[in-house]
């Protein structure tokens, strides 16, 4: 008799422990839930959209129905010189921008990191611009370097430079896009400071002390103890913009307009041309696709350079 009653005690233990746990699967699920339906909606399926609109011709209207392209948009992509020069100068502008927002970002932070006067201050001045609006600041970056009445271009002319540059106008592809680099350097450095100052909390104070032991110098320090303990915040801080850098457009808007001439177009500012002013939302996600692409064999790298790294 007893052992008849001790299997069904044993059963009925079991099946109040998988309903407490159900219980709390479901609270936990309730609590995610908000934000997977809100990532489902928004991202999620416009994603699975763009990949099947890639093969598809649709100029998003019900007039016109949708019809199947294969691989004709991604044919047409690679033989429209707007998207080679978009191509070029996205890749230009990511080559350029992340090493030396890099470079300040560090240089910054390990200065900030100092015990100097008014430090909070600095730190706050340097981030200031990454808070602020795009608009504000583009608005205010364009006044500084007007080619007529800027105040920068009258400070060169009053050291005696003849030929001024324009630049965000300027014909030069350089002066142009070295204008948006420069403005991207110092709107986004104040935020991958405040990441590098981080990182550097967490350096450990005793190796400095056996570095200086051993005679090592400032950039003997630097080198040898600083910059490996902050490899992993390195790696964050180069994935992170990268992607940043790739993905690039309202800064291009508002500073050159994709001028003069188209001659600093980028991917993106092509795709929300061929969606939304062609209409033509095959084309414009077969090059949304390239992006992406672009964009995961480029992070892929970087984190099969980190693993190896490691090893």
């Known amino acids: 008799?007893?052992?008849?009653?001790?299997?069904?005690?044993?059963?009925?233990?079991?099946?109040?422990?998988?309903?407490?746990?159900?219980?709390?699967?479901?609270?936990?699920?309730?609590?995610?839930?908000?934000?997977?339906?809100?990532?489902?909606?928004f991202?999620?399926?416009p994603m699975v959209m763009a990949v099947a609109l890639a093969f598809l011709s649709w100029d998003?209207?019900?007039?016109?129905?949708?019809?199947?392209?294969?691989?004709?948009n991604f044919i047409d992509l690679f033989q429209d010189p707007k998207f080679t020069q978009a191509l070029v100068n996205t890749v230009a502008?990511?080559?350029?921008?992340?090493?030396?927002?890099?470079?300040?970002?560090?240089?910054?932070?390990i200065l900030l990191n100092q015990k100097i006067h008014a430090r909070n201050f600095f730190r706050t001045m340097m981030f200031f611009p990454y808070v602020a609006s795009m608009v504000a600041v583009t608005a205010v970056w364009n006044m500084l370097f007007n080619p007529?009445?800027?105040?920068?271009?009258?400070?060169?002319?009053?050291?005696?430079?003849?030929?001024?540059?324009?630049?965000?106008?300027?014909?030069?592809?350089f002066i142009c896009m070295g204008t948006v680099?420069?403005?991207?350097?110092?709107?986004?450095?104040g935020y991958y400071m405040i990441i590098y100052?981080?990182?550097?909390?967490?350096?450990?104070?005793?190796?400095?002390?056996?570095?200086?032991?051993?005679?090592?110098?400032?950039w003997q320090k630097f080198w040898y103890v600083t910059m490996p303990q902050l490899r992993p915040t390195t790696f964050f801080v180069t994935v992170m913009l990268t992607i940043q850098c790739f993905k690039?457009?309202?800064?291009?808007?508002?500073?050159?307009?994709?001028?003069?001439?188209?001659?600093?177009?980028?991917?993106?500012?092509?795709?929300?041309?061929?969606?939304?002013?062609?209409?033509?939302?095959?084309?414009?996600?077969?090059?949304?696709m390239v992006l992406f692409i672009l964009v995961l064999i480029v992070t892929l790298i970087q984190f099969r350079g980190e693993s190896s790294m490691k090893e």
Do not use: C, H
Not at 197 to 218: I, K, M, R, T
Not at 267 to 288: K, Q
């Open 93 to 109: 502008y990511a080559v350029i921008t992340v090493p030396l927002t890099m470079a300040a970002s560090l240089g910054l932070a």
């Open 1 to 41: 008799m007893q052992t008849t009653q001790r299997p069904a005690a044993s059963e009925a233990v079991v099946r109040s422990r998988k309903k407490r746990e159900l219980v709390k699967n479901l609270v936990a699920y309730s609590f995610i839930a908000p934000n997977f339906v809100g990532f489902a909606v």
């Open 181 to 189: 680099i420069l403005f991207s350097i110092w709107k986004f450095m």
């Open 248 to 288: 690039v457009y309202d800064i291009f808007l508002m500073i050159t307009n994709f001028g003069p001439g188209g001659k600093t177009r980028v991917l993106v500012g092509n795709i929300y041309e061929a969606a939304f002013t062609s209409r033509n939302f095959g084309y414009a996600s077969a090059m949304a």
């Open 43 to 45: 991202t999620l399926v």
């Open 60 to 72: 998003g209207s019900n007039n016109n129905p949708i019809t199947f392209a294969g691989f004709q």
């Open 148 to 173: 007529s009445m800027g105040p920068v271009n009258m400070i060169l002319s009053g050291l005696g430079v003849e030929n001024l540059p324009r630049w965000s106008a300027d014909p030069n592809w």
């Open 197 to 218: 100052l981080a990182g550097l909390q967490g350096v450990n104070p005793d190796l400095y002390e056996a570095a200086a032991l051993d005679g090592a110098n400032p």
